[in-house]
């Protein structure tokens, strides 16, 4: 297995251990491939969810931009309960477990058809 496999492993078994989910591990390896190389850098691979840039950052690239939604409160509601979700005090919060989550509280699993 690659490391980008290993990853994804990792990734799925938070969703289990954490998150209290079962991943669609299609869905979650083309999310993961969607995350391009920031999976391999320790910063960019986790999102910071205590700070307000960082989410904003989290909204307009991959919310607005990947999944194409349209700008309005509910975006940063579902970014806080997904952060909610994975555990405040988690410190390693995993970009591609965020997005994961994300595209499936707003259905947009097609984006990745």
Same mark, same amino acid.
């Given at each position: 297995?690659?490391?980008?496999?290993?990853?994804?492993?990792?990734?799925?078994?938070?969703?289990?251990?954490?998150?209290?989910?079962?991943?669609?591990?299609?869905?979650?390896?083309?999310?993961?491939?969607?995350? *391009?190389?920031?999976?391999?850098?320790?910063?960019?691979?986790?999102?910071?969810?205590?700070?307000?840039?960082?989410?904003?950052?989290?909204?307009?690239?991959? +919310?607005?931009?990947? +999944?194409?939604?349209?700008? *309005?409160?509910?975006?940063?509601?579902?970014?806080?309960?997904?952060?909610?979700?994975?555990?405040?005090?988690?410190?390693?919060?995993?970009?591609?477990?965020?997005?994961?989550?994300?595209?499936?509280?707003?259905?947009?699993?097609?984006?990745?058809?």
């Amino acid at each position: 297995m690659g490391k980008r496999d290993d990853l994804i492993a990792k990734y799925a078994d938070d969703l289990k251990s954490k998150c209290g989910m079962t991943p669609d591990m299609d869905l979650l390896t083309k999310v993961t491939i969607g995350c *391009g190389p920031s999976i391999y850098d320790a910063d960019a691979s986790t999102v910071a969810g205590s700070q307000p840039g960082e989410l904003e950052t989290v909204k307009t690239n991959f +919310l607005m931009k990947k +999944l194409g939604l349209k700008d *309005g409160p509910e975006l940063m509601e579902a970014i806080n309960s997904v952060i909610e979700t994975y555990g405040k005090s988690e410190r390693n919060k995993y970009r591609a477990v965020i997005y994961y989550m994300l595209t499936k509280h707003f259905k947009k699993e097609a984006v990745y058809g």
